[in-house]
């Protein structure tokens, strides 16, 4: 299960940057990117395998991440430059897309590494104090920091000195407050995935040799 773990976390993470040049509104509460909507779940699946795999699986999943991160910036870089051909006619678009500026790809790694080593620091920490019991509270703690860290970081780097202060804060405390009530409704989530993973794991162990039809 670890390698679907994986597989996914770091597929909804180049997924995230490829949409992240969307911006969409709730209302007049906040204007996000898409690649909110996508980046949530991320944090889930890392305290997923804290929880079930341990914490020096987590970090080797952040470091997969950052590591395919960086290799999708470079050929993404790589497909924008290639010259063109003369049937195709939407380089431009292709370019707006996918050509996100120097400081917020910057940005976006540093703000990424940070928070999510510290999400599997702090739950890691508290399912030491607390074991298997709560899972909400480990869950939602880390995940409520680290997205806290994550977009002041983020935001921050993105865009200081291109608006006003009281700008910047604004926009920190309109992304937090929607990354914060999505990491109380994808608690279930997180339940689930444990459950469904530690019973297959237990039907494994009871039947070793049993063949998937």
Known sequence: MILYLNGIF????ILANIVAVKLFSIGNF????????????????????????????????????LIMQILALIFITIAIHLPAAPVF???SSFETILNGSFRVIIASLISYAVSQNLDVFVFNKLKSAHGQKKLWLRNNASTMLSQLIDTSIFITIAFYGTMPIAVLGSLILTQYIFKFFAAILTTPLVYLLV???????????????????
């Open 30 to 65: 906040a204007i996000l990117p898409a690649a909110v909507i996508i980046y949530i779940f991320t944090y889930p699946l890392i305290d997923v395998i804290v929880e079930v795999y341990g914490k020096k699986e987590a970090r080797r999943t952040v470091q997969a991440g």
């Open 89 to 91: 006619q939407e380089q």
């Open 195 to 213: 459950h469904l993973i530690r019973r297959k794991e237990s039907l494994e162990r009871v039947h070793p040799f049993q063949k998937e039809v």
């Open 10 to 13: 770091v597929g909804l993470l």
